[in-house]
């Protein structure tokens, strides 16, 4: 480990590669479509026309509008309408901004004579042409305005449509599930969909039988399907006795244990997940699956691959054969309860799906779909209330000794919700509201198995992320208890930044999950990126990204250079120990300021509106602010006329010890029974303070002996230099 990993060269790095990622982002937001429109060459003609243009095709999406009465067809006249409004955006922008030249080129000319004054004609001329183009230029200005206001409005109905007829769609009611002539319905329109599957299958095999290659076929598939089962089987045995079983025998440090979940996954999932796919690429080949059966197929596959991930997933987590290992604290037969009932609820939600993709092929009746929706979402409900058992969470029992009381009601909490939704899961199926239920038992899977997907990556960030701790080869066994240790700063920032990460990806598929469509999400992204109005201000991702990158970047740079001129500098010159640390206390302090500044200026502000803060913030300490203020300057004092310094030994009315450290507001003086003392700058400049070590480290002390009168001072002496 020694020489070849640097915790601190690796966050440089990171920094630096977030700094130029965020930089090429902006570079990509400023060069959005329009931004080539110069005001160079600009044609006021060329603008009305646009105008005029887009009011004629506003007029044509409005009466396609009236006219649209699907999801795909709103979804397309939404995709126009935002097209119209970024041309009139493109088309408002350089407007705006020779507006503004030009009203400044008036003010520049100063205003129009009055009482009679009479003005030459050349300003006169100019002020006459100024005004002119700025009155049409304001009148385009306004006409781009009034198209944005439409497309808004129009696109503001689209979304009003279209949640009236989602919310249609679930809260209709339908007939009941469990109906005896529902339920004939659907069992004959099931055997007439598996009597047509049957036939096709039957044409396909004579089919081939007729060409004399169906013995080749079935030898073929019958080949893949030994092939995959090799590959599913023994392949990751082998693969797991490689890699796992060596790990295994190691300490479950924090990194290795997040490799192990890795590994563990990949081991159990992907051999299957490559089985899976040789398969449906010969049954592909060899004809087999149709273009009516490829949904049906891809559903099935999808669904193989979803419950072996689960199954994969859940394993690695709660690993209930191998205590150290485990990223979940929860007990062996917990372990086993949470896979199983994780694994079938994947099942069974791909299940719908494969059999709702055969309904869709083979022909069914809304009665199946009615029966099928309810059996799913009834099964999901009680798998649910089964879940929310107190006695499938037990945790380890060193876990349950610690486990807090807010966390113990967190989880509480947690398992009423999972119980109401299951139990309302099955209330609206039985109250005929179908799809209502239907919904709410896939969609809560869906979301579950994203939070146990961003709690995996959660986990594994997290373990991860101690490998920047210098103790990484300390068991977890060994580990002491949280409270009594101190979590390293770079550590926590780094788990922080893992986290955001997480949340950021995972949010747009919890988005995708609940409805929305990826138009809807994909533009959401857009606008939080390169920017979005609320009340006026314009609040971009990417500028927020550049401004706390270059913020932190400046940052580093100036605790490496903290860092370099102690290490490096200061120790091959003659300054002395207490001058050292007000150097380096001054370049963290400049550093600070100068990133502050960047920051703020990245993200848009006005440097010369902070004298406005600066205004009200004199106000404030002129009232409360006072002792702060007064604290801060004569730290500064401190640092630059250095009466006391970084190391000195000093005697104040609090106490007496050695200077620990001198900061912004306060010093901290360490005695010598290991205390410390927090004294306010303010007290060291203003009141008298004692310092032994100001200009020698050689001093005089004077320690009282006390003795007897009628001693012998000869042999007092002798005494008190042995």
């Known amino acids: 480990m020694h020489g070849c990993f640097c915790p601190r060269r690796s966050l440089r790095l990171t920094c630096l ?9 902006m570079a990509t937001a400023h060069a959005q479509p329009g931004e080539g429109f110069g005001l160079s060459g600009f044609d006021l003609d060329a ?55 030009l009203k400044s080129d008036l003010d520049k000319l100063g205003p129009a004579p009055t009482d009679g004054n009479i003005e030459a004609p050349e300003i006169s001329t100019q002020r006459q042409a100024i005004t002119l183009e700025l009155a049409q230029e304001d009148a385009l200005i306004r006409q781009a305005a009034l198209n944005i206001n439409e497309v808004n409005r129009l696109l503001e109905d689209i979304a009003l449509r279209r949640r009236e007829a989602f919310y249609g769609r679930l809260l209709s009611r339908s007939p009941f599930a469990f109906a005896p002539n529902t339920l004939r319905t659907a069992a004959k329109t099931f055997l007439e969909g598996a009597d047509d599957a049957r036939a096709r299958a039957s044409t396909w095999y004579e089919d081939q039988r007729s060409k004399g290659t169906s013995t080749q076929n079935l030898i073929i598939a019958a080949g893949s399907l030994i092939f ?49 796919f040789v398969i449906l690429s010969v049954l592909d080949a060899i004809g087999l699956i149709s273009e009516l059966t490829a949904p049906i197929a891809r559903q099935f596959w999808f669904g193989f691959v979803a419950v072996l991930v689960a199954d ?21 037969r917990s372990g086993y309860t949470l896979r199983a009932a994780f694994s079938t609820l994947v099942f069974l939600l791909f299940l719908d799906r494969t059999l709702t993709a055969g309904a869709n092929a083979f022909g069914g009746a809304q009665e199946l779909v009615i029966v099928q929706s309810a059996i799913l979402a009834i099964l999901i409900g009680l798998i649910f209330v089964f879940l929310a058992r107190l006695g499938h969470w037990k945790l380890t029992n060193e876990r349950a000794a610690a486990f807090s009381p807010d966390a113990k009601r967190f989880w509480r909490n947690a398992r009423r919700l999972v119980t109401v939704l299951g139990l309302g899961t099955i209330a609206a199926v039985l109250a005929g509201y179908v799809a209502l239920g239907h919904y709410m038992a896939t969609r809560a899977v869906m979301i579950g198995g994203l939070i146990a997907l961003g709690l995996t990556l959660h986990l594994v960030a997290q373990d991860t992320v101690q490998l920047f701790d210098g103790d990484t080869r300390r068991p977890l066994a060994d580990a002491p208890p949280t409270d009594q240790v101190t ?21 747009p598929v919890a988005f995708l999950i609940l409805g929305a469509a990826w138009s809807d999400v994909s533009t959401f992204i857009k606008d939080a990126f390169y920017g979005f109005t609320i009340g006026g ?14 913020f932190f970047l400046i940052l580093l740079v100036s605790r490496s250079l903290q860092q370099t001129a102690q290490t490096r500098f200061f120790p091959r010159t003659k300054i002395d120990v207490g001058l050292q640390n007000s150097l380096k206390t001054l370049i963290g302090y400049v550093g600070l300021l100068i990133a502050l500044m960047t920051g703020v200026s990245m993200l848009g502000f006005n440097l010369a509106n902070l004298a406005i803060i600066a205004g009200a913030l004199s106000v404030g300490i002129g009232f409360g602010l006072q002792s702060i203020v007064n604290n801060f300057v004569s730290g500064l004092i401190l640092l630059f006329e250095r009466p006391i310094k970084v190391g000195d030994w000093i005697v104040v009315p609090s106490g007496e010890g050695n200077v620990k450290s001198i900061n912004v507001r306060s010093t901290e003086i360490e005695t010598f029974d290991r205390s410390s003392i927090i004294v306010p700058n303010s007290e060291l400049i203003s009141g008298s303070v004692q310092n032994w070590t100001l200009k020698d480290r050689i001093g005089r002390f004077i320690v009282p002996v006390g003795v007897s009168y009628d001693s012998d001072p000869d042999e007092v002496e002798r005494l008190l230099y042995e």
């Open 487 to 507: 979590e390293n700063f770079l550590i926590f920032w780094l788990i922080v930044v893992a986290d955001l990460v997480i949340v950021a990806l995972l949010l």
């Open 47 to 101: 603008a009305a026309t646009a105008i005029e243009t887009r009011k004629s095709d506003l007029k044509a999406l409005n009466e396609r509008l009236s006219a649209a009465n699907d999801e795909r067809a709103l979804l397309a006249i939404r995709q126009d309408l935002r097209r119209l409004r970024t041309d009139a955006m493109v088309t408002a922008e350089p407007l705006k901004q020779r507006s503004a030249d």
């Open 228 to 276: 995959s089962l090799l590959i599913f089987g023994p392949f990751r045995r082998w693969v797991n006795a490689s890699f796992l079983q060596r790990l295994q025998s190691q300490e479950p440090t924090p990194g290795r244990r997040a490799l192990f979940v890795v590994l563990r996954i990949l081991t159990r999932a992907l051999p299957g997940v490559f089985a899976g």
């Open 312 to 332: 994969a997933g859940t394993t690695a987590m709660v690993s209930p054969t191998l205590p150290g290992w485990r990223m979940v604290p929860l007990d062996g």
């Open 17 to 25: 590669f977030v700094l130029i990622g965020s930089l090429l982002a």
């Open 537 to 550: 201000v314009t609040v971009s991702l990417a500028r927020i990204l550049t401004a706390f990158g270059t």
